[in-house]
């Protein structure tokens, strides 16, 4: 299995930085896979593990290590998503993957006190469409081999023949599930281009939610809007997808009176405009929005404080 970041390197005597080399593409790859960062870190550490276990020259034969690493990460993520499915059956609430922040934002200046920002897991994964929060969610729908076997040739443009070697299956039949993936991406509209005027759209969300203008709100939701929160069941949040922009924007109004202080501060989140909300300057909640013809139709709050880690050490303004 060839991969282009590590194509033409002598692999008599494996290369130390080219090994160390590949944990951005690694961590890229797991995290769209599990829609995870903690659990994106786990099997990528867990893939440098079982190399390092190896001898000097069990590594050295390896003709492709970076090929090797992608292989055994893919397979260590296809078993997590796996058992992944059994415990979010005993989630509490909705289980929403993990959001993850621009840290360019944090580092041009909303930082404040000229404190140096930490490097965080999240700096090394890309930010693109392949990991909006609506694509993410829809990856949530498929089974694990089908979620891999996209994930790898359509995403991370791996050949089936590659794929296979992952997914433990024929390159045709990883085809065939990658063709079934592609079919619910293309029914959710999640590959569409990112809507123009998001920002905007988001922006005059914050101030009709922060003005407490419920019929501001209303006109800027789609009729049959939905917003989905993560708690996780160690902070309050809904349980069930609150549907309707009436019911949306009054359920809004009711969160924000009980919580006074609350600070809202536009933010990228996976790559597209967001919202964090902060109390007594923690973040306590990460939005994040789906858009068509002009009004929001999808939000998605997560509050569960462990998947926002992230988003803890990036400081406030």
């Known amino acids: 299995m060839n991969t282009p970041s590590v194509a033409g390197h002598d692999r008599s005597e494996p290369d130390l930085s080219a090994i160390v080399g590949e944990r951005r593409q690694l961590v890229n790859l797991a995290y769209r896979l599990l829609g995870s960062l903690a659990?994106?870190?786990?099997?990528?550490?867990?893939?440098?593990?079982?190399w390092y276990a190896m001898s000097r020259q069990q590594q050295a034969a390896v003709e492709s290590p970076g090929a090797w690493l992608t292989t055994?990460?893919?397979?260590?993520?296809?078993?997590?998503?796996?058992?992944?499915?059994?415990?979010?059956e005993r989630y509490v609430g909705a289980w929403i993957p993990e959001p993850l922040p621009d840290r360019r934002e944090w580092s041009s200046g909303l930082v404040g006190g000229g404190r140096t920002v930490p490097v965080d897991p999240a700096d090394r994964v890309t930010l693109d469409e392949s990991v909006s929060m609506a694509f993410l969610v829809v990856l949530e729908s498929m089974t694990p081999a089908e979620r891999v076997a996209f994930v790898l040739h359509d995403v991370f443009r791996y050949p089936f023949a590659e794929v296979a070697e992952i997914v433990g299956?024929?390159?045709?039949?990883?085809?065939?599930?990658?063709?079934?993936?592609?079919?619910?991406?293309?029914d959710a509209q999640a590959l569409s281009a990112p809507p123009a005027g998001q920002a905007a759209l988001v922006r005059h969300f914050k101030q009709a939610w922060e003005a407490g203008d419920v019929k501001a709100l209303v006109d800027l939701l789609d009729p049959d809007a939905t917003m989905t929160a993560d708690g996780g069941g160690l902070v309050g949040a809904v349980?069930?997808?609150?549907e309707g922009s009436e019911r949306i924007a009054q359920y809004l109004i009711h969160i924000a009176g009980k919580a006074p202080g609350l600070t809202l501060l536009e933010r990228t989140v996976n790559g597209r405009p967001g919202l964090v909300a902060q109390h007594a300057g923690v973040t306590v909640t990460v939005a994040a929005f789906s858009l068509a013809d002009g009004r929001i139709t999808r939000i998605?709050?997560?509050?569960?404080?462990?998947?926002?880690?992230?988003?803890?050490?990036?400081?406030?303004?």
Do not use: F, H, M
Not at 80 to 88: E, I, M, P, Y
Not at 169 to 185: E, K
Not at 239 to 242: A, E, G, I, K, S
């Open 39 to 50: 659990e994106a870190e786990d099997a990528v550490q867990e893939t440098y593990t079982r």
């Open 72 to 88: 055994v990460a893919g397979r260590i993520c296809l078993d997590l998503l796996g058992s992944a499915r059994v415990r979010r």
């Open 169 to 186: 299956r024929t390159p045709a039949a990883c085809r065939q599930l990658a063709s079934s993936a592609r079919r619910r991406v293309r």
């Open 239 to 242: 349980l069930r997808p609150v």
């Open 300 to 317: 998605w709050a997560v509050r569960n404080p462990e998947k926002l880690r992230p988003w803890t050490e990036c400081g406030q303004d």
